[in-house]
T-cell receptor, first 115, second 115 residues
Framework: KAGVTQTPRYLIKTRGQQVTLSCSPISGHRSVSWYQQTPGQGLQFLFEYFSETQRNKGNFPGRFSGRQFSNSRSEMNVSTLELGDSALYLC??????????????FGPGTRLTVL | GENVGLHLPTLSVQEGDNSIINCAYSNSASDYFIWYKQESGKGPQFIIDIRSNMDKRQGQRVTVLLNKTVKHLSLQIAATQPGDSAVYFCAENISGGTSYGKLTFGQGTILTVHP
């Protein structure tokens, strides 16, 4: 099976712009979670989507949003970019079957640089 | 790397030695735990997991130990190889309810294996 894919891999934006990142989960996986990784804060949970619904949200401002499509692919959007949004954005997918563990498998990430 | 700013714990070993990486988790309600390995420029890679109804689980060259009394996890790597050099993260999860899709990560440990 192909792993989690994320596009683009690298992105450079300027303050005030907005950005959309894309994630394709492992085939058959129904849950997609997003994380932000920075040197100062480590890996932090942004939100999780399942069946096109946001089930859980981390402690991030409303500028960070996401959605999930019927094929389980997900996008996240950051509006009004700030310098502090520079980070590696990671997407992870999990199966979500009855009795299954919540094992999340990660993509390679999108490196966002805000200038 | 992604976590330099956090002043991560480091572990330096010789090739062939056994390595032990420790992690203290935060939430006594967590009932599922995962160890990930992250190499430079890549997303976290699943190594091994354990549910809270177990104290020990073994994989290929790796063993995870869970001590719920003191909220402590450890990852043991046997016969460590240079290819094991990476940052290792523990992650905790509450498998029920709305927290299903959220992993809470530790700060990570940098493992360096010298040939």
């Amino acid at each position: 099976k192909a792993g989690v894919t994320q596009t683009p891999r690298y992105l450079i934006k300027t303050r005030g712009q907005q950005v959309t990142l894309s994630c394709s989960p492992i085939s058959g996986h129904r849950s997609v979670s997003w994380y932000q990784q920075t040197p100062g804060q480590g890996l932090q949970f942004l939100f999780e989507y399942f069946s096109e619904t946001q089930r859980n949200k981390g402690n991030f401002p409303g500028r960070f949003s996401g959605r999930q499509f019927s094929n389980s692919r997900s996008e996240m959007n950051v509006s009004t970019l700030e310098l502090g949004d520079s980070a590696l954005y990671l997407c992870a997918s999990s199966l979500v079957a009855s009795g299954s563990r919540n094992t999340q498998y990660f993509g390679p990430g999108t490196r966002l640089t805000v200038l | 790397g992604e976590n330099v700013g956090l002043h991560l714990p480091t572990l330096s070993v010789q090739e062939g030695d056994n390595s032990i990486i420790n992690c203290a988790y935060s939430n006594s309600a967590s009932d599922y735990f995962i160890w990930y390995k992250q190499e430079s420029g890549k997303g976290p890679q699943f190594i091994i997991d354990i549910r809270s109804n177990m104290d020990k689980r073994q994989g290929q060259r790796v063993t995870v130990l869970l001590n719920k009394t003191v909220k402590h996890l450890s990852l043991q790597i046997a016969a460590t190889q240079p290819g094991d050099s990476a940052v290792y993260f523990c992650a905790e999860n509450i498998s029920g309810g709305t927290s299903y899709g959220k992993l809470t990560f530790g700060q990570g440990t940098i493992l360096t294996v010298h040939p």
